[in-house]
């Protein structure tokens, strides 16, 4: 596959699955500022800002309506919806080729509401129908890409993009949770605190899988546990993990390089971190030094597979 069809295939998919998170972590926010037992607006608001990285001016943080306007439809800020929507409407433009007419109609009708929705100005008590539309959309063109597109080398990466993505949004997520909430893995009992685990568990699409793993009784410990380590969950590090190195293996195939043993063998330790890894053992020891470990890793395997499949030269592939 062309190093250019590659990397346009491989950040679609991870601006797709970016506007997706946002989407529901904005989302979930916007429900708890209703809730006047949780904590102070600001302090939630800056932590979401906080988990996606985001770079622009100043907010004001008491006003949460603003904070989700900017992250609804700035077209400066990689952290909004827009920007990652548009972006990914433009790598998959490049391919359209690579691509089902599906997949292209799907993502353009996506790009298209958004960007009605952005000049209608929508009202703050429309801005959760937004961000449900956007995750809605995201849904249908991850069936439709399934369904209408061949399961080949295009097909993976993408899925490296989506869970490679995934697994870094929730490994920050954790970090932010974790710094503020981590100073105990006994249960919240605090009615405040409750609600802040339940809304991570919210903004990660996970708390009706949790609930289903071990009741509505939420525990740091357990929260961590199904986030980190579950291995059946599609929200879950590991279960991203474990999809990011099958994606990576089925593209390497029997052909394997020096360069591919490389990144076959940092995704594998990464893999191994977790299948094995025992949720006591991690709290036991500092939980930020693990999830940052996770990140550099995460960071490792991108650098690998731009290093192999789209800034190669061709001595080095034919030395391979």
């Known amino acids: 596959m062309l190093s250019r069809v590659a990397d346009n295939l491989y950040w679609m998919s991870r601006y797709l699955e970016r506007a997706e998170h946002t989407s529901r972590l904005v989302d979930v926010n916007l429900t708890l500022m209703l809730d006047e037992m949780g904590e102070s607006s600001e302090r939630r608001w800056k932590r979401v800002l906080t988990a996606l990285a985001y770079k622009g001016e100043d907010l004001a943080l008491a006003d949460g309506y603003q904070a989700a306007r900017e992250l609804a439809f700035s077209r400066e800020n990689a952290a909004s919806v827009t920007w990652c929507i548009s972006s990914a409407r433009e790598n998959a433009r490049q391919v359209r080729e690579q691509i089902s007419s599906s997949q292209w109609q799907r993502l353009n009708r996506l790009y298209l509401e958004v960007t009605r929705m952005e000049s209608l100005g929508t009202e703050e008590a429309n801005l959760s129908d937004f961000f449900q539309s956007v995750q ?185």
Request: charged fraction near 20%; hydrophobic fraction near 35%; proline fraction near 2%.
């Open 136 to 320: 809605d959309g995201i849904h249908l063109f991850q069936g439709v890409t399934a369904s209408t597109m061949s399961h080949g080398e295009g097909w993976n990466f993408i899925r490296m993009g989506r869970y490679i993505e995934r697994a870094q949004a929730s490994v920050t997520m954790l970090k932010v949770f974790q710094r503020d909430f981590g100073a105990s893995p006994e249960k919240a009992t605090e009615s405040t605190e409750y609600l802040e685990w339940i809304g991570l568990l919210r903004s990660l699409g996970s708390f009706e899988g949790y609930c289903t793993t071990y009741t509505a009784d939420v525990h740091q410990d357990r929260v961590m546990e199904f986030l980190l380590l579950n291995p059946e969950f599609p929200h879950s590090v590991r279960y991203a993990v474990d999809s990011l190195r099958n994606a990576i293996e089925a593209v390497q195939g029997e052909g394997r390089s020096r360069r591919g043993a490389a990144l076959s063998r940092v995704a594998g330790r990464l893999q191994s971190s977790l299948s094995y890894g025992q949720i006591s053992e991690i709290m036991a020891r500092s939980v930020q030094d693990y999830l940052e470990s996770i990140l550099r890793q995460c960071h490792e395997i991108h650098e690998l597979i731009y290093e192999i499949y789209v800034h190669y030269s061709i001595e080095s592939a034919l030395v391979g």
